[in-house]
């Protein structure tokens, strides 16, 4: 063998190892582009989907907010009807109280008596009832946001 063909040799090995080297290369980066792409297009799914679950969620706070509102106002409603009840039967009470006593009074004296007493009674029963309201309205309120906060808590949980 000659050493111009040992050399021939050598040159062709050299573009042959070159030529391999620039297509494993190329390869490389088509398979990095590639996966690259597939991974935006990943992110760009998921990106969506938690778009619509963030959609989901708030359409399901906001419709618990309005049934929420609507329970207070039912609530509100129940507590006056509840509240004008019994300050009627209240004054009913009393008035039947009031009759007796004027009834049974004989003399003036006794008469402004039964009335200071019965106006001090009622006023008492009136601030008394005023306050009951009061605290059932604050306590009917806390009761349905908090029945609204659990089921927001156990909606949440399930997923």
């Known amino acids: 063998m000659s050493i111009r063909s040992a ?3 050598a040159a062709a ?3 042959l190892f070159t030529g391999l080297q620039l297509y494993s290369s190329a390869q490389y980066k088509k398979g990095y582009s590639q996966a690259q792409a597939e991974y935006m297009v990943a992110v760009a799914h998921a990106e969506s989907r938690a ?3 963030e959609h989901k969620l708030t359409e399901e706070m906001e419709a618990r907010d309005r049934e929420t509102q609507e329970q207070l106002e039912q609530v509100a409603i129940a507590e006056r009807r509840t509240a004008d009840e019994r300050v ?3 004054a009913e009470k009393y008035a039947d109280r009031y009759r007796r006593d004027t009834a049974l009074a004989s003399a003036a004296a006794e008469r402004q008596a039964a009335d200071t007493a019965i106006r001090m009674f009622a006023e008492l029963l009136g601030g008394l009832d005023g306050m009951a309201e ?3 309205a604050e306590a009917d309120r806390r009761r349905v946001a908090g029945l609204a906060c ?3 808590y156990k909606n949440i949980g399930v997923r």
């Open 150 to 152: 659990e089921i927001a």
């Open 7 to 9: 050399v021939t040799g």
């Open 88 to 90: 009627r039967k209240s």
């Open 51 to 53: 778009r619509q679950i």
């Open 13 to 15: 090995l050299a573009v």
């Open 134 to 136: 009061v605290y059932a």
